[in-house]
């Protein structure tokens, strides 16, 4: 049974630049939410998809933006890099939209920005 | 949004100890699960238990939705029981609908 993927693991960009991360969701899942996690703290959510569309979205800014394929997969898309985006970003699937169905997380991506 | 705390923020143990580590919540949820983080970040699925108590080997969950707590036990604890453990939940209705919000984790050291 096929877990939770995410790509790339690791990531380093400046300022400014745009950033691409990938996730493909558990066998049988069909919602993605996305996480940010800053060094010593909890993740934070920035938003979930369903049947490809946000579904619901945490306090960050339009340059976080997201894209569900019809196969579930997803991508988290940031423009205009910052040095506060330097995070671990984490994926989790669900069965069926909401966070009331147990999440499972992906490994995630370690994103650096200098 | 939901207020999660998590208590202690640190705990050190010796190998064989046992602990209990708690999360309050501040409204009512639909969803409360219990995770590890290990040293490469990776969230591991320890209990989804919105109420009532579970049990998995060494460790067991206890969720009083009705007090808005929950209890996770870990008994003779084992050096690779290291790591931060988070608690998260979601509530079913209003502004808090469909999001997952964490605690700010326990960071336990399990030494030999």
């Known amino acids: 049974d096929a877990g939770v993927t995410q790509s790339p693991t690791h990531l380093i960009k400046t300022r400014g630049q745009q950033v691409t991360l990938r996730c493909s969701p558990k066998s049988g899942h069909d919602t993605v939410s996305w996480y940010q996690q800053a060094l010593g703290q909890g993740p934070q959510f920035i938003f979930q998809?369903?049947?490809?569309?946000?579904?619901q979205r945490g306090n960050f800014p339009d340059r976080f933006s997201g894209h569900q394929f019809p196969n579930y997969s997803s991508e988290l898309n940031v423009n205009a890099l910052l040095l506060g985006d330097s995070a671990l970003y984490l994926c989790?699937?669900?069965?069926?939209?909401?966070?009331?169905?147990?999440?499972?997380f992906g490994p995630g991506t370690r994103l650096t920005v200098l | 949004g939901i207020q999660v705390e998590q208590s202690p923020p640190d705990l050190i143990l010796q190998e064989g100890a046992n602990s209990t580590l708690r999360c309050n919540f501040s409204?009512?949820?639909?969803?409360l699960q219990w995770f590890h983080q290990n040293p490469w970040g990776q969230l591991i699925n320890l209990f989804y238990i919105p109420s009532g108590t579970k049990q998995n080997g060494r460790l067991s969950a206890t969720t009083v939705a009705t007090e808005r707590y929950s209890l996770l036990y870990i008994s003779s604890s084992q050096t690779t029981d290291s790591g931060v453990y988070f608690c998260?939940?979601?509530?079913?209705?209003?502004?808090?609908?469909?999001?997952?919000?964490f605690g700010s984790g326990t960071k336990l050291n399990v030494k030999p």
């Open positions: 998809y369903y049947e490809e569309e946000e579904r």
């Open positions: 409204d009512s949820v639909n969803n």
């Open positions: 998260a939940v979601a509530a079913p209705r209003g502004y808090n609908f469909n999001k997952f919000y």
């Open positions: 989790a699937s669900s069965l069926a939209a909401g966070a009331a169905n147990e999440q499972f």
